[in-house]
């Protein structure tokens, strides 16, 4: 039997843990640092920080791991990999220069331009006047994105030259010689592709899913780490999906291998279906967080053995449900992003049950950061999936604050 360890402390992390242990391969699951909501049968949590490498490659090779997978992108960036590599042990993910794609925005956006895969237009700048000369070049809205990771929260959307302008004088006065990528707005539908990809440049691709970046309902308020997600998005076509992954995912997997760089781990494609087609709005180097908790459940054969599949260089077999649609709504603390209140109570597992719950920031029962919890339901249909989800928070009279349209561009389609 097998033993994993998962690098990361939330609810996508958690449903990782819950995704292992569903393995007829795998007896433990470690996961270091987890939270306190992490009480699953045979799941450990370790009390060690996901960028502590040296600690995470001891604990490895004393508890005799198997398999580590990084659930978070900044042990990716600072190069987990290398190091688990450079000590013979297996695991899951991008090497440091490979995990540029999340890593550096500019990366990206090179390697896009530089092999015509559809992106925005865009420049990258680094002075206040080289990104005042370039504000005309785009039109309104204009898009900013600093780069260097971000949380998911790097991207800046301003409809007014005015607020351009003095968006661009807080970031040159913070930092005189600040990266910054400017860009085209592109306008249509969003949507999320996964992709697992391994040795030699095998791949399988998960279903396609939707999340919800704005705080409130209406896709108002600031953008956040994500407020709510589901899977699959059945009103996009099979051809949609099939032609983003042939013009944007696989094309941008062998950029990787051609420049020297192959790229081995979770690839996540932001996808804008504009009216020239779909085209790459950014990408991630592991699973989204919520995405992941609407996406990991529908696996229906043994993700262990997908994994290790995948780092021998080999097709693996990846069977995923198609009977349902999966909505997952974050629990998050009043406050949320700006200035977390915590304290407030979080909803136990029997309180939810018997729908799943995946723990974020939970410690001793009560919320400890921002996104607390993600509450998922699944039925033959949005629209009753999303019945069941909000009956369920609805009735639990939590201090916590979620949105309540999730899944609505959904729901839409299915009423029509």
Request: hydrophobic share 40%; aromatic share 8%; proline share 4%.
């Amino acid at each position: 039997m097998a033993k994993v360890l998962i690098v990361g402390s939330g609810a996508r992390e958690h449903a990782l843990a819950q995704t292992f242990l569903r393995s007829s391969i795998v007896s433990q699951v470690y996961v270091a640092p987890g939270n306190d909501g992490m009480t699953d049968d045979n799941l450990v949590r370790l009390e060690i920080q996901a960028n502590a490498t040296t600690a995470l490659i001891e604990t490895v090779k004393n508890n005799h791991i198997d398999l580590t997978f990084v659930g978070n992108e900044e042990p990716l960036t600072l190069g987990i990999v290398d190091c688990f590599q450079e000590a013979g042990l297996t695991i899951f993910g991008p090497n440091a220069v490979a995990a540029q794609l999340e890593g550096s925005k500019d990366f990206t956006k090179s390697l896009l331009h530089k092999y015509h895969i559809p992106t925005a237009n865009s420049v990258t700048v680094t002075s206040l006047t080289a990104a005042q000369s370039t504000l005309s070049k785009f039109g309104l809205p204009i898009v900013f994105k600093l780069d260097g990771l971000a949380l998911g929260k790097g991207v800046t959307i301003i409809n007014d030259a005015a607020q351009a302008e003095d968006y661009l004088s807080d970031v040159y006065t913070r930092d005189a010689a600040a990266k910054l990528v400017i860009e085209e707005y592109l306008d249509g539908v969003e949507f999320s592709i996964f992709s697992l990809v391994g040795e030699n440049g095998v791949v399988t691709h998960a279903p396609i899913a939707q999340d919800h970046k704005r705080r409130f309902d209406g896709d108002k308020g600031p953008n956040t780490g994500g407020m709510g997600a589901y899977s699959p998005v059945r009103w996009l076509s099979d051809t949609v999906r099939d032609r983003a992954i042939s013009e944007l995912v696989m094309p941008t997997i062998a950029a990787m291998a051609n420049e020297g760089t192959p790229f081995m781990g979770v690839l996540y494609t932001g996808v804008m279906l504009t009216q020239d087609g779909p085209k790459v709005i950014e990408f991630n180097v592991r699973f989204g967080d919520p995405e992941a908790q609407v996406v990991l459940p529908q696996l229906t054969s043994d993700f262990y053995q997908l994994i290790m599949d995948l780092l021998n260089g080999n097709q693996p077999v990846a069977e995923w449900q198609d009977s349902d649609v999966y909505i997952g709504v974050v629990l998050a603390a009043a406050g949320y992003p700006q200035a977390p209140i915590k304290g407030a109570k979080v909803p136990t597992v029997d309180e939810i049950t018997p729908l799943i719950i995946n723990f974020a920031g939970v410690k001793a029962g009560v919320a400890s950061g921002g996104r607390v919890a993600t509450v998922v339901a699944h039925d033959m249909n949005t629209t009753l999936a999303q019945q069941k989800v909000y009956n369920k928070l609805d009735q639990l009279g939590t201090d916590l604050q979620y949105r309540h349209d999730i899944a609505y561009q959904a729901i839409q389609h299915e009423v029509k």
